[in-house]
C-alpha cells in the first residue's frame, strides 16, 4: 500500500476548505444491498395471516389502553410504580443513552478533525556544522492548527454511522419492549399474588369449618352413642382438618413468595410486607373478533430486530467499500519563531495544505474476511428476525385460543362450584339427620373447597393469558 505524493496547494486554494464539511456523507455510492434488505423483510413479514385463526373476522374494534381491560385502579398504579422504579428498566434506559453516544461517535468521522497544540524544542549543532555568525544553540517554538479530513467520497463512513443509528434505534425500540414487559410482569405478578391471597383465604375458612365440624365429633364420642362409629368420623374429622392446615401452610408460602417477586419487580426490597390487590380483577371486555395481523408488527421487540437487521446490511456495505481508495486532506497553520515572542507578529505566521490518496492492495486478506463476517453476520439476524416472527405469531394465536379455552372452563367450573356447595348443604342436613354417614359430608366439603380453589386459579389465569395475549401484540388491541 503506497500513499501518493503530498501536493501543496497555493494560498487561493485555502478557501475550499470552508466546503469541505458540506461534502460530509455525501457519497458517490448508495446503500450496497438495500434492495435484498427490502426483499429478506417483506418475505418474512408475508408469513402473517390475514387474520388471526383463532377468532372470526369483522371489523375491527377501536384500540384502548390495554391496563383498561382490567377493572382495577390498583393495578395501574403497581404498574406505574414498578416503571419509574424498577433496575432493569433504568439499565435499559442507559443502554439507550449509549447507543445514542455511539451514534455521535460514529458520526464524528464525517466531519474535520481540527486541533491545536503548542511545542517547543531546543538543541546544539556540531561545531563542524555552524555558520559563521550563528548561534550553534538554537531554540524552536511552534504554535499550530491542524485540519485533517477523510472525504467519505464513497460513502463508507456514512454507512457505518448509519449503521451506528440503526442500533440506536434497536435499542429504544429494545427500552419500549423492556417497558411492555415489565407491566406485564407486574400485572401477572400482581394477579398472582391476589389470587394466593384468595385461595389462602378459602384455605382458612376451610380449617375455621373443618375444625367446628371436628368439634362436634368429639362431643358425640364422648356421649358414648355407638362408639366405634364416633371415634372413626373423630378420626377422620383430624385427618381432614390436618390436611386443611397443611394447604394454609403452603398456600402462606405461596402468598409470600409472590408478595416478595413483586416488591422486587416495584424496585424495592423483598420484606414481604406489600399488600398487592385486595382481589382478582375483573375483564373489562372480551378480545375483540378479527384483530389484523399488522398489530403484531409494531412489537418493539420485533422493530428492534428488524433495526439490527439493518445495522447489519449497513455494516456489510461499509466492508465492501473498504476496496475503493481513500483520500485525505491534512492541513495545519500557526505561528513558529525562535523567541517566544515572536510568536505573534506577522512575519511568524506559515500554513500548509497537504492531500493523500491511497488505495490498499494486499493486506493478507483482512478486507475479504471483514466482508466475510458481516455477511454472515446479516445472514445471523435475518434467521433471527425470521425466528422472532414465527415465535410471536405463535404466542399470539396461543393466548388467543387459551382466552376461549379458559373462559369456558371457568364456566364450567362455576356450575361445579355451584353443585358442589349445593351438594355440601345437603349433606351436612342429611348427616345432622343421622341420614347419612360423616365420610359423605367430609367428601362434599372437599369437593366444594376443591371446586372454589380450581375456579379461583382458572380466574386468575384468564388474567394472566390476557396480558400475555397484550404483551404478543406488542400493546392495546
Not at 4 to 13: D, H
Not at 150 to 176: N, P, T, Y
Not at 279 to 291: D, H, M, T
Request: glycine share 6%; net charge positive.
Amino acid at each position: 500500500m503506497q500513499p501518493a505524493r503530498l501536493v501543496f496547494l497555493p494560498p487561493r486554494f485555502v478557501p475550499l476548505l470552508c466546503f469541505c464539511p458540506l461534502l460530509a456523507g455525501c457519497g458517490l455510492l448508495p446503500l450496497l444491498g438495500q434492495g435484498r434488505l427490502k426483499k429478506d423483510v417483506a418475505t418474512v413479514q408475508a408469513m402473517a395471516p390475514g387474520k388471526w385463526t383463532a377468532l372470526p373476522a369483522i371489523e375491527p374494534s377501536a384500540a384502548t389502553g390495554w391496563l383498561v381491560d382490567f377493572r382495577s385502579p390498583t393495578l395501574r398504579t403497581l404498574v406505574t410504580r414498578a416503571i419509574e422504579a424498577n433496575p432493569d428498566l433504568k439499565a435499559a434506559a442507559a443502554r439507550v443513552t449509549q447507543a445514542r453516544a455511539e451514534t455521535v461517535q460514529a458520526g464524528a468521522a464525517l466531519l474535520p478533525s481540527i486541533s491545536g497544540n503548542f511545542s517547543a524544542s531546543r538543541n546544539q549543532s556540531p561545531n563542524d556544522q555552524r555558520f559563521s555568525g550563528l548561534s550553534f544553540i538554537n531554540n524552536r517554538f511552534r504554535l499550530p492548527l491542524n485540519v485533517s479530513w477523510e472525504i467519505d467520497l464513497w460513502g463508507r463512513v456514512a454507512d457505518e454511522r448509519s449503521a451506528a443509528k440503526a442500533r440506536r434505534f434497536a435499542a429504544e425500540e429494545d427500552f419500549h419492549a423492556a417497558r411492555l414487559s415489565l407491566a406485564a410482569n407486574a400485572v401477572r405478578t400482581a394477579v398472582t399474588l391476589a389470587e394466593a391471597q384468595s385461595l389462602l383465604a378459602l384455605a382458612e375458612q376451610n380449617v375455621t369449618t373443618r375444625r367446628v365440624q371436628l368439634g362436634i365429633l368429639e362431643r358425640q364420642m364422648e356421649r358414648g352413642l355407638e362408639p366405634d362409629r364416633a371415634a372413626l368420623d373423630v378420626s377422620l374429622g383430624r385427618a381432614d382438618l390436618a390436611r386443611a392446615q397443611s394447604t394454609v401452610q403452603q398456600r402462606r408460602a405461596a402468598a409470600d413468595q409472590s408478595r416478595r417477586a413483586l416488591e422486587v419487580l416495584l424496585g424495592g426490597y423483598p420484606a414481604g410486607t406489600e399488600r398487592g390487590l385486595a382481589s382478582l380483577p375483573s375483564l373489562e371486555r372480551g378480545i375483540p373478533a378479527g384483530l389484523p395481523s399488522e398489530l403484531l408488527l409494531r412489537r418493539p421487540d420485533l422493530r428492534a430486530a428488524e433495526r439490527r437487521l439493518e445495522s447489519a446490511l449497513r455494516l456489510e456495505s461499509s466492508a465492501r467499500k473498504a476496496f475503493l481508495p481513500s483520500i485525505r486532506l491534512t492541513g495545519d497553520s500557526g505561528r513558529t519563531s525562535q523567541r517566544t515572542g515572536d510568536l505573534l507578529v506577522p512575519e511568524a505566521a506559515f500554513w500548509n495544505i497537504a492531500s493523500n490518496v491511497t488505495q490498499s492492495f494486499f493486506q493478507g486478506g483482512r478486507i475479504l474476511a471483514t466482508v466475510q463476517q458481516t455477511g454472515a453476520r446479516y445472514q445471523e439476524q435475518l434467521q433471527t428476525y425470521t425466528s422472532s416472527v414465527l415465535t410471536a405469531f405463535q404466542e399470539v394465536e396461543t393466548a388467543l385460543a387459551a382466552d376461549a379455552f379458559l373462559r369456558e372452563q371457568a364456566v364450567a367450573l362455576e356450575t361445579s362450584a355451584a353443585e358442589a356447595e349445593r351438594a355440601e348443604s345437603l349433606a351436612q342436613g342429611q348427616y345432622e339427620k343421622g341420614l347419612t354417614e360423616v365420610l359423605t359430608l367430609l367428601d362434599t366439603r372437599q369437593r366444594a373447597f376443591d371446586a372454589r380453589s380450581a375456579l379461583i386459579a382458572v380466574q386468575a389465569q384468564r388474567l394472566r393469558n390476557r396480558a400475555d395475549l397484550h404483551l404478543a401484540l406488542g400493546g392495546e388491541f
